[in-house]
Structures are given as structure tokens and as C-alpha cells.
């Protein structure tokens, strides 16, 4: 049995006891900070011979921030969110050390990059969690280019200013752009009167006891549903949306010249929102996806999902022009907005609504892989299941009909090829993660985080070649910290 036994022992009981659980590990420490099984501190790694060392510094403390006018008192790497950017080369070794200044139990994981497992962050399955006041060092190579980011594996913390982007670049990037431009989305809620921890706390309550077993049909609201992709998009009301930590009332102003090519690197570290993405009077070519090369897609605008990235390049006119997130199927707070200007003019209010974003909107799913990153066809050595389940009300979410901890890993063996055949029996959309590898849907496009629609399946391919014990699980951040997780486990 997989030691995760502080999980197993809080979720055990499903039953009215499960609140109750679920409040004690609303409490700050999350539940996979503590665990019996016991990794140690961990071992040095040196640098292959001609490789490069790559060194930062995190310090993950609570700060106070402006948004906007608003002060907010939050927990953040270093003084702003996002935190500082982590940038290296494709083979470099990354050595990143964390002080964890926080009250509290903390560990980073870093979202997408196919490291060495003991290196993946997460506390009880790779490593100890980090106390508070100790420091912890992660070293890593990481092998693919791309787009990234980083946040904590434990509780609810992602919710928090807990996140910052990571760039992995490509020793022979062509660069056939002028200048690049990192937008971090997210949504907004912590020290607004509440705590993500608190946010849980209530979703748990009002969602009122559970009982009997986890089927998943419970159709919530289903407000949204129609002409739309996403069915009910997410649970939490968030007062604030941002993008780069500004919201669209003290927007952030980027720069550059009419008719320069600029390469957005657009990565979503929101909780529970999925964000329609457009820059008004422009199209974007869409590049990339999850760090991997696409077959250039031109579009008005693109869906991300919690924990998705995309890549695109746009050719900018002259004049003043809102680059929106705008929060799907929600209906309050507003949106996220940055500007673009290359020329004079009056700037766009806050509420701006650009024409893309109800143009051509692109399904990330549906992009095609560029030749060289697609996935070779093969016959899969072995096939699982994954079947995503849950509700609102009672607000229990989990995998294969049961919580985490509660759940029976997916297994695999070195040098397979695994199909997971994943299927989404619930009303609303997910994000779903795997760590340490990327997978294939049946086009053979790379991703790591893919959007699933209610009642959608996908048969994902991944070649089993980073032997560990990894997480599989909804990047929507209330639905993993209640059970919407399911190990990946190596077996000889
Ligand atoms: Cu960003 Cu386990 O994930
Ligand atoms: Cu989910």
C-alpha cells in the first residue's frame, strides 16, 4: 500500500465524516504534507561532463500586494506574483533552491517538464514536504523545450500568488520573432476577505454530506450548457482576474513596434477558471502547446484550461489594443486584461470586449502536431482506465469511482507503451495533468494538461521512459485537493 496514509485516513470515511476531514485538512498543511513514508534529504546531483549548471534562488514567504488599489496579504516566491522567472537551456541542469519562509508545510513541483521523479515536488510520493523554515534543493535536467511553470504541491497553495513561469529554451530556436512576451493568467482570491483554504472549507459545506458511492452524474448546475464547449467551467467566484499580477483596471503595458513579430507565451496558473484568450484586431498563429510544436494554426482567439500553455506569434499594427482573458461561463468579476501598444491612442477600458473573442476560437485538442513532435504510431503494450467522477453537491470529485488514497494506481513498466483510455463522467470540464511525461491524444499531439468536456473520452498514448511514482489528476486545484488524483506507479 502506498503510504499516503494521512490522505487515506481523511478521505476514508466517505459519509458525513468526510466534511469534517476535509475542514481539518482545509487547515493550511494540505493533505499530502504529511505522510509516514519517509524520503529524506535529497541526494546531490552532479552535472554530466559539458553540462550546464543552471542556479536560482526561491524564497516562497507571505507579502502583501497591490492589485489594482486593493492590498491583499498573500503568499508569494519572493515580493510579486508571479514569482521570478526560471529560465535555462534545454539539457541544462537546473538547481533550484527553495526556503520555504511560509508558516507552513510547502514543496514545488515544476508543471511539465519530464524530470527525474525525485525531483517532481510532490510531497508523500517523491519527497518530504518542506517545514517551515527549511530549505530544500531541487536539481533536474530539463530535456524539452517549451513553456512552463512552477507552483506548490500541497493543499491549496497554487490558489494563493504561489506561481511563476518557467521558459526552457531551444538550442536551435530559429527565432523568427522580435521579441517575446510572457503572460501568466490567473484568477484571483486570496486575502480578499478569504483564503483558498477557506474557499475549500465552503465548497466541502455547501456542498453538504456524502453519502452513498461515487457515481458522477450529478448534473449541478448546468447553466452553461448549450452551443458551448465547456458545459459548468468552475465552482469558485473570484472577485479578481490578472494577468502578469495586474488586473485590467492597472493593466500591464507592453511595448513594442507596429509590424514586429511577438511571441506570446500564454500560461495559465488559474485554479478553477478556464480563459478565453484574444488580442483585439489581431489574429495569432498558435505554435505550441504545452511546450510542443504545433502545425501553425491561425485563430481570433484560444481556450486555456488551469495548468494549459500556448505559444503564438502575432504580427502587431499600429495603435493601442487589449490582450483579454475573459473567465468562461463566469459571470462575475470581470476579466483579465494587459495592453498592447505600438503607437498613440486612448487605452481600453477594463470591460473591453474585442470582437475575436467570439470569432474562430481554437480547442486546444484539436491542433495538429508539427512532424517532428508527434508521437510515433505504435500498438499500445498495455491499457488502463481512467474514468474522472464526481460532483458539486455533495463536492466530491475522484478518479476510477473513489478519492485518492482510496484509488488503485494506474501501473506501468518501463519501456511500454501505455494507452489510458480517459473518460470524463461528470458535468463539468477538467484539465487533466500527468507529471513526468507528456502523452499523445490520437492525432498525436503532445500535451500534458488536456481539456475535458463533460462526458468527453480521450485515448492518450505515453511511452513509459522516466521510471517513478507519479501523479495523474484534474489541475482544477479544488478538485485534486479533494481526491481528483490517481498515481502513475512503475512496476518491474
Ligand atoms: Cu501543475 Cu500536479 O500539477
Ligand atoms: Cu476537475
Request: charged share 20%.
Amino acid at each position: 500500500m502506498h503510504a499516503l496514509t494521512r490522505r487515506h485516513v481523511l478521505l476514508g470515511g466517505l459519509g458525513v465524516a468526510t466534511t469534517a476531514a476535509l475542514t481539518a485538512c482545509a487547515s493550511g498543511e494540505g493533505a499530502s504534507s504529511t505522510s509516514t513514508r519517509a524520503f529524506g534529504s535529497p541526494s546531490p546531483v552532479s552535472p554530466a561532463a559539458g553540462q550546464k549548471v543552471v542556479e536560482k534562488s526561491l524564497t516562497a514567504r507571505p507579502v502583501t500586494l497591490d492589485l489594482g488599489g486593493r492590498t491583499v496579504s498573500t503568499w508569494a516566491y519572493g515580493d510579486a506574483a508571479p514569482g521570478p522567472l526560471v529560465r535555462a537551456t534545454a539539457g541544462d541542469l537546473l538547481r533550484v533552491t527553495l526556503d520555504n519562509q511560509l508558516p507552513t508545510d510547502t514543496s514545488i513541483h515544476w508543471h511539465g517538464i519530464r524530470l527525474r521523479n525525485a525531483a517532481d515536488g510532490v510531497p508523500g510520493q517523491t519527497q518530504d514536504p518542506i517545514a517551515a523554515g527549511s530549505r530544500y534543493v531541487y536539481e533536474f535536467t530539463a530535456p524539452d523545450p517549451g513553456t512552463y511553470f512552477f507552483h506548490p504541491h500541497v493543499g491549496v497553495q497554487l490558489d494563493r500568488g504561489l506561481y511563476a513561469p518557467m521558459v526552457i529554451d531551444d538550442p536551435d530556436e530559429p527565432g523568427r520573432y522580435d521579441a517575446e512576451w510572457i503572460l501568466v493568467l490567473d484568477d484571483w482570491i486570496d486575502g480578499t476577505g478569504t483564503s483558498p483554504d477557506e474557499v475549500l472549507k465552503k465548497l466541502v459545506a455547501d456542498g453538504g454530506p456524502a453519502n452513498g458511492p461515487m457515481g458522477g452524474m450529478d448534473h449541478g448546475s448546468m447553466g452553461h450548457m448549450g452551443a458551448d464547449p465547456w458545459g459548468d467551467a468552475g465552482d469558485v467566484t473570484y472577485p479578481l482576474f490578472l494577468i502578469n499580477g495586474r488586473p485590467p483596471t492597472d493593466p500591464e503595458v507592453l511595448r513594442a513596434k507596429p509590424g514586429q513579430r511577438v511571441r506570446l507565451r500564454i500560461i495559465s496558473a488559474a485554479s478553477d477558471t478556464i480563459f478565453t484568450v484574444a488580442l483585439g484586431g489581431h489574429r495569432m498563429s498558435v505554435t505550441h502547446t504545452d511546450g510542443w510544436p504545433v502545425e501553425a494554426t491561425d485563430v481570433d482567439a484560444l481556450y486555456i484550461g488551469m495548468g494549459e500553455r500556448y505559444d503564438a506569434i502575432v504580427t502587431l499594427k499600429d495603435g493601442v489594443f487589449p490582450l483579454v482573458a475573459r473567465p468562461f461561463g463566469k459571470t462575475s468579476g470581470g476579466q483579465a486584461m494587459a495592453l498592447v501598444r505600438t503607437g498613440s491612442g486612448a487605452a481600453p477600458g477594463a470591460g473591453t470586449s474585442p470582437d475575436e473573442l467570439t470569432g474562430q476560437v481554437l480547442i486546444g485538442s484539436e491542433l495538429q502536431p508539427a512532424a517532428l513532435a508527434k508521437l510515433p504510431p505504435r500498438e499500445p503494450d498495455a491499457e488502463a482506465q481512467l474514468t474522472l467522477n464526481g460532483s458539486m453537491k455533495p463536492y466530491r470529485w475522484g478518479i476510477n469511482g473513489a478519492p485518492f488514497g482510496e484509488n488503485e494506481p494506474l501501473t506501468v513498466k518501463a519501456g511500454q507503451r501505455l494507452r489510458i483510455n480517459a473518460t470524463n463522467m461528470t458535468m463539468m470540464t477538467h484539465p487533466l495533468h500527468l507529471h513526468g511525461h507528456t502523452f499523445a491524444l490520437p492525432s498525436g499531439l503532445r500535451k500534458d494538461t488536456v481539456l475535458m468536456a463533460p462526458m468527453q473520452s480521450f485515448a492518450i498514448d505515453l511511452d513509459a521512459d522516466n521510471a517513478g511514482d507519479w501523479m495523474i489528476h484534474c489541475h482544477n486545484i479544488y478538485h485534486a485537493e479533494v481526491g481528483m488524483m490517481i498515481a502513475l506507479n512503475y512496476v518491474s
